[in-house]
């Protein structure tokens, strides 16, 4: 299950005001791009995309973490009953189904490393959780972002970024190109979208 757009945005402006920064308006870029891709998809549901999208960092509400953000995310949605955002709160972060290619620290404890080792190597990704992974490599705060810029922005502030990501988040980008039939950068808007200046305010608040 998920939340509804609007009840997912009242989750998200609530996170802001309990750790406002940058990522509030990065989710709400990778929101816009997974419903663009996913309006493009005949087999995909574009609201739950954009859903999925808006909610795949919710973690950050319990505070400034790393890989904690990701089982504070799944859990928190696990709570409310949204298995479905759960799932990309955990799937986001692994270009597959470990978490050896995990770009930050691993500032958990060892029953979340449990949690997170053992809910990820169950779960067979579909496409959304493929989706939101791409969206999440394309979105910056201020907009959307070449996706080779943005990985390089990664590598620059953690210092490392892993080849095997680097290489799966091309391979996306080419995968839901041939599902869409058109360029990524077209479908997203890439050179006009720019993530609303009021409601990243009104989540502060």
Not at 52 to 78: A, E, N, P, Q
Not at 121 to 148: F, N, P, T
């Amino acid at each position: 299950m998920f939340p509804s757009r609007e009840k997912a945005e009242q989750l998200l402006q609530e996170a802001e005001a309990m750790n406002p920064g940058p990522w509030g308006n990065h989710s709400r870029t990778a929101a816009h791009c997974a419903f663009c891709i996913a309006s493009h998809c005949k087999d995909m549901d574009p609201d739950k995309a954009y859903v999925l999208g808006l909610l795949h960092d919710i973690g950050r509400r319990f505070g400034v973490r790393h890989l904690g953000h990701v089982s504070d995310g799944y859990k928190y949605m696990m709570q409310l009953g949204y298995d479905e955002v759960a799932r990309v709160c955990m799937t986001h972060s692994f270009s597959d189904n470990t978490i050896r290619d995990y770009v930050g620290r691993h500032d958990v404890t060892p029953e979340e490393m449990t949690l997170i080792q053992t809910a990820i190597a169950r779960i067979e990704r579909d496409d959304y959780d493929r989706l939101i992974q791409l969206c999440d490599a394309i979105s910056g705060s201020e907009g959307v972002m070449d996706i080779e810029d943005r990985m390089n922005d990664v590598r620059r502030r953690y210092g490392s970024y892993s080849p095997a990501k680097w290489d799966q988040n091309i391979h996306l980008k080419r995968y839901f190109e041939q599902k869409m039939g058109m360029d990524l950068y077209k479908a997203v808007e890439k050179d006009t979208f720019h993530p609303g200046i009021e409601s990243a305010v009104e989540g502060n608040e």
